[in-house]
Each structure stands twice: as C-alpha cells, then as structure tokens.
C-alpha cells in the first residue's frame, strides 16, 4: 500500500503562485503526477515525473507549473506561478509504486483561482 497526501492549496488572486505538496508513505514510488478535476469535467492531467526527474506537463501549464521530487522524502511538489481562474480545481496526486506498480490517489487538495 502507498497513502498520499497532498496539501499546500487554497485560494490565491489571478496572477498569484501556491505549491502543492505531496507526502507518500508506506512504500517507495515511482513515477508520480498531479491532475485536476473541475466540476462537470473529467479529470485532466497536470503534470508527471518519473523516479529519474523526466517531466511532463500539459499544455495549459506549460511555462508556469513546475514539478519536482525529493526522493529521499518520497514527496512529490508542483510549484504553480502566475496562477489564471482556470486553473482552479481539485489538484490530485497520484503515484505508481515502485516495483509492484499498483497506483494510488491522494484525497486531493483545493486550488481556487479569483479574478
């Protein structure tokens, strides 16, 4: 088993920066990513990293979003700048575990974005 937990979301005016941070306990992981749901929309990927720090990112947030890793810590981060409303959403985290890669999702964090 992998338990995730995200924190680090709130509200913050258009043009604002948070960053979301994501703690993984109960085994290793392995490559990890956030994505955000809004509400009558499925849920949309953000951003991933693998093990070795190759990232990935959705168009929307290229340029803005940054994540990154500590694998000493098995914690996962998304640095948000010059944050827009449309970003705003449920940011979730989700993990693969090393090795047996069953994947997990955290309970998901709020990110509100005013204009």
């Known amino acids: 088993q992998v338990q995730l937990v995200e924190s680090g979301g709130g509200l913050v005016q258009a043009g604002g920066s948070l960053r979301l941070s994501c703690a993984a306990s109960g085994n290793p992981i392995d490559v990890a990513g956030w994505y955000r749901q809004t509400p009558g929309k499925q849920r949309e990927l953000v951003a991933t990293i693998t093990r070795g720090s190759v990232t990935n990112y959705a168009e929307a947030v290229k340029g803005r979003f940054t994540i990154s890793r500590d694998n000493t810590k098995d914690t996962i981060y998304l640095q948000m700048n010059s944050l827009k409303p449309e970003d705003t959403g449920v940011y979730y985290c989700?993990?693969?575990?090393?090795?047996?890669?069953?994947?997990?999702w955290g309970q998901g964090t709020q990110v509100t974005v005013s204009s």
């Open positions: 989700k993990a693969v575990r090393r090795w047996v890669r069953n994947e997990y």
